[in-house]
């Protein structure tokens, strides 16, 4: 107990910088969502039914008939956007002031595995209410595991646990969706531990003698932040609390019906569009496998001689081009495959993967006019 009260104190009184901005606040936001999604997700397990036949029903049941259902259902469905949302800003002001470099690659490279595991959960979420969309989704997306040479259909019939999405593959999900919120867990404990084995980035990108503890000052502006965001959730949840979902997942899961047009949930609609701008299933799971991968070696890739995206006015350009980007990406890839969102989706992957060629080529820019080779540890 008493080593406990002493970490408690150490991360209380840990050093951070006087000149963070709120855009520091997502990481805590983040942390803040998980556990609500953990907390609404193990309320709703109490009445759950993994069954294909009572799954749909068992959430209705949940909405109607047991006291405050509805809130925990529509606080875990949009929980999950809020989640997201914090950490892609969490990412993206990783990349614009240089968070990712040296000495906090670990850092990076753990949040980027805790965004990779939240995709996978996040799947097995949409999937679990067992409706029209959840069920086609599950097919869809599980069957490009056949795309694998070799062993691709092997492994989709263990996947599925048969030879179609049924009961068994329905059981495995629910089973993952429980575990895995857990294990994102311990990696936000590790991602932190590694953060604060170097300290917190800052805005200006360069080591300073001027800190302050995180508490009482750092904590006020994430309390802030949090009650915006609880603000946000129950307006979401008590005002519009279908409107980050389709229709069609209110409808039960029928095998003999296709939709006309599979949408997943707006967070997965960047890389959806990828992978969907090309024609053939094998090279759409390599463009997209090739988007993550020069996500997740981002610093491996990305070595500019100035540290923080606030001195660098043309990667600013660059970089809000890559947001309005992704933006696009996202609006393309909720559209039906055909023109012009098809091209529009093609024309998008082009510059997503031109981003990381211009950065690139600007670092090389900046170290030839600065006359550096590879920049120092600051």
């Not at 993994?50 to 259902?73: H, K, L, T």
């Not at 529509?74 to 929980?79: C, D, E, I, R």
């Not at 179609?164 to 294990?183: A, E, K, M, N």
Request: charged residues 10%.
């Amino acid at each position: 107990m008493r080593q406990t009260l002493k970490e408690v104190y150490n991360l209380l009184k840990y050093r951070t910088p006087i000149n963070l901005s709120y855009m520091w606040n997502f990481g805590s936001i983040a942390a803040y969502a998980l556990f609500i999604q953990i907390v609404t997700g193990f309320m709703m397990a109490l009445w759950y039914i993994p069954s294909v036949d009572q799954a749909f029903d068992s959430v209705e049941y949940i909405m109607r008939e047991v006291n405050y259902g509805w809130f925990f259902r529509y606080t875990h469905a949009n929980g999950a956007s809020i989640f997201f949302l914090a950490v892609y800003i969490h990412m993206a002001r990783g990349i614009y002031y240089g968070s990712y470099t040296y000495p906090r690659e670990w850092v990076w490279y753990t949040g980027f595995v805790i965004f990779m595991l939240m995709v996978v959960t996040a799947f097995f979420g949409y999937v679990l209410p067992w409706g029209q969309m959840s069920y086609w989704a599950a097919t869809v997306i599980t069957s490009l595991i056949s795309t694998l040479p070799i062993i691709g259909n092997d492994l989709l019939t263990f996947v599925w646990g048969g030879i179609s999405v049924d009961q068994p593959t329905l059981t495995r999900i629910y089973g993952f969706h429980f575990l895995l919120p857990f294990v994102i867990a311990g990696l936000v404990v590790l991602h932190l531990a590694l953060l604060h084995q170097h300290g917190s980035n800052n805005p200006i990108g360069v080591v300073s003698k001027d800190s302050t503890t995180f508490h009482p000052y750092y904590t006020i502006k994430d309390t802030l932040g949090i009650w915006v965001v609880n603000i946000l959730l129950i307006a979401l949840v008590c005002f519009y609390p279908n409107m980050l979902s389709h229709p069609d997942n209110y409808i039960p899961a029928n095998p003999e019906v296709t939709p006309l047009h599979i949408v997943p949930e707006w967070y997965f609609l960047p890389f959806y569009a990828i992978l969907r701008s090309v024609p053939n299933k094998a090279g759409g799971i390599l463009l997209l496998m090739l988007a993550l991968a020069l996500l997740a070696l981002f610093p491996l890739i990305s070595r500019p001689p100035i540290r923080s995206g606030a001195f660098r006015p043309l990667f600013q350009v660059l970089f809000w081009f890559f947001a309005a980007d992704c933006v696009l990406l996202g609006w393309s890839g909720g559209n039906p495959v055909a023109p012009p969102y098809y091209q529009i989706c093609q024309i998008g992957t082009f510059f997503y993967f031109a981003f990381f060629a211009a950065n690139y080529a600007l670092i090389l820019f900046e170290r030839r006019r600065l006359g550096s080779g590879t920049p120092p540890p600051l």
